[in-house]
């Protein structure tokens, strides 16, 4: 049986908390950020530095690969440069892909939690 919170949060598999991963290299090549998670709830990108960056899921909603880059942006969300943020929830489960606008040795923090 599930136990739910009086705040309606619920425990949803393995819970660790820290599901943080750093990255200091992004360029404007596309590079898997995050693997699947079949019990990932929300995911966070954060943009600590100073060149936006674009974040997109690995797949297309058809289960086709989304081919993304500078000059094709659909399906991707920006992360703005100095300090930007994206929270997505939900159906989230899918792997995601990041590049940079421009340049290389870009910044992004990747958090996921299963709550």
């Known amino acids: 049986m599930v136990q739910i919170s009086a705040l309606g949060a619920q425990t ?19 590079q898997q950020v995050i ?10 990108f954060d943009n600590p ?5 674009f974040v997109a899921p690995i ?8 081919t993304v880059s ?5 399906g ?9 943020s994206r929270s997505l929830s939900g159906e989230v489960q899918g792997g ?3 590049f940079s606008r421009s340049g290389s040795g ?6 996921e939690s299963n709550l």
């Open 59 to 66: 797949l297309q909603a058809n289960g086709l690969a989304l």
């Open 12 to 30: 949803i598999g393995p819970t660790s908390g820290g599901k943080v991963t750093p990255f200091n290299n992004i360029s404007t090549s596309p």
């Open 96 to 98: 995601y892909q990041a």
């Open 35 to 44: 693997g699947p998670n079949s019990q990932r709830a929300n995911i966070v």
């Open 49 to 53: 530095g100073t060149v936006d960056v």
């Open 76 to 84: 991707t969300y920006i992360i703005f440069a100095n300090g930007g």
């Open 106 to 111: 870009n910044f992004l923090t990747v958090t």
């Open 70 to 74: 500078t000059s094709l942006l659909g």
